[in-house]
């Protein structure tokens, strides 16, 4: 019996995606493949945006704009088209689109595939758009891939210590039932860490790197709050 198929199960290799895509610079957030984003988009130029790639391939671009632009480019969503932006960002598909007050849509990414830019394409669009290649990142493309190599019972353990100390509640359960690329993947973009922290989460090379470095990021929050990373065994 088959088994349901995801939204982004049609892209199994790099030439399945196109090598142009529409840009969503975001401070302060990522994207990783198989991972969800949901977004409050009310822009113009971002629903404009919406609008083109809901009736073409649903595909955006999440990229962090540059930290190099100064404090006049310090907003979530610079204007100025000119500010620079990372080398890697993710490519994720609409997978969820509501229309609500305002003249603002609420939409869900669900990333697919990390992509270096190449260059931006010059258009009298106005948003941003870019060239790209996905040729490193091809694993992303192999669901679980690494799985194996993850100190799994750390990471539940640092997670809960961190929700302890910070008194969150979670479903203790439905985080024990997940993958563990689920897992880490979904905690890097939800966990509020600044633009450098989450952008070495999204740079990580393999599932492994990002479960260390989302663990060392957790743990030194631990310490300077004196919480204890070793605390809950």
Same mark, same amino acid.
């Given at each position: 019996?088959?088994?349901?198929?995801?939204?982004?199960?049609?892209?199994?290799?790099?030439?399945?995606?196109?090598? &142009?895509?529409?840009?969503?610079? %975001? &401070? *302060? /957030?990522?994207?990783?493949?198989?991972?969800?984003?949901?977004?409050?988009?009310?822009?113009?130029?971002?629903?404009?945006? %919406?609008?083109?790639?809901?009736?073409?391939?649903?595909?955006?671009?999440?990229?962090?704009? =540059?930290?190099?632009?100064?404090?006049?480019?310090?907003?979530?969503?610079?204007? =100025?088209?000119?500010?620079?932006?990372?080398?890697?960002?993710?490519? *994720?598909?609409?997978?969820?689109?509501?229309?609500?007050?305002?003249?603002?849509?609420?939409?869900?990414?669900?990333?697919?595939?990390?992509? =270096?830019?190449?260059?931006?394409?010059?258009?009298?669009?106005?948003? &941003?758009? /870019?060239?790209?290649?996905?040729?490193?990142?091809?694993?992303?493309?192999?669901?679980? %891939?690494?799985?194996?190599?993850?100190?799994? /019972?750390?990471?539940?353990?640092?997670?809960?210590?961190?929700?302890?100390?910070?008194?969150?509640?979670?479903?203790?359960? /439905?985080?024990?039932?997940?993958?563990?690329?689920?897992?880490?993947?979904?905690?890097?973009?939800?966990?509020?860490?600044?633009?450098?922290?989450?952008?070495?989460?999204?740079?990580?090379?393999?599932?492994?790197?990002?479960?260390?470095?989302?663990?060392?990021?957790?743990?030194?929050?631990?310490?300077?709050?004196? *919480?204890? *990373?070793?605390?809950?065994?």
């Amino acid at each position: 019996m088959i088994g349901p198929v995801s939204p982004t199960d049609r892209y199994r290799r790099p030439a399945d995606l196109p090598p &142009r895509i529409p840009l969503f610079p %975001l &401070r *302060g /957030a990522i994207l990783l493949p198989r991972a969800t984003l949901p977004l409050n988009v009310f822009e113009p130029r971002y629903l404009e945006m %919406l609008d083109d790639v809901m009736s073409g391939d649903r595909l955006i671009g999440i990229v962090q704009p =540059d930290q190099d632009g100064g404090p006049e480019d310090d907003e979530e969503s610079p204007l =100025d088209q000119e500010v620079g932006l990372r080398n890697v960002g993710c490519v *994720g598909r609409v997978t969820s689109y509501q229309e609500v007050e305002d003249e603002r849509l609420l939409i869900t990414l669900t990333g697919i595939m990390r992509y =270096d830019i190449l260059d931006e394409a010059e258009t009298e669009l106005p948003y &941003r758009v /870019a060239s790209v290649s996905y040729d490193r990142y091809a694993a992303d493309l192999n669901e679980g %891939l690494g799985e194996d190599q993850v100190d799994r /019972a750390n990471l539940l353990r640092v997670l809960r210590s961190y929700l302890d100390a910070n008194r969150l509640e979670a479903d203790w359960s /439905a985080i024990q039932r997940a993958s563990s690329e689920f897992l880490i993947n979904a905690l890097c973009v939800m966990c509020p860490y600044g633009p450098e922290e989450k952008q070495a989460l999204l740079e990580a090379e393999d599932l492994k790197r990002r479960a260390d470095v989302l663990v060392a990021l957790a743990e030194m929050e631990l310490a300077s709050s004196g *919480g204890n *990373g070793n605390t809950l065994q």
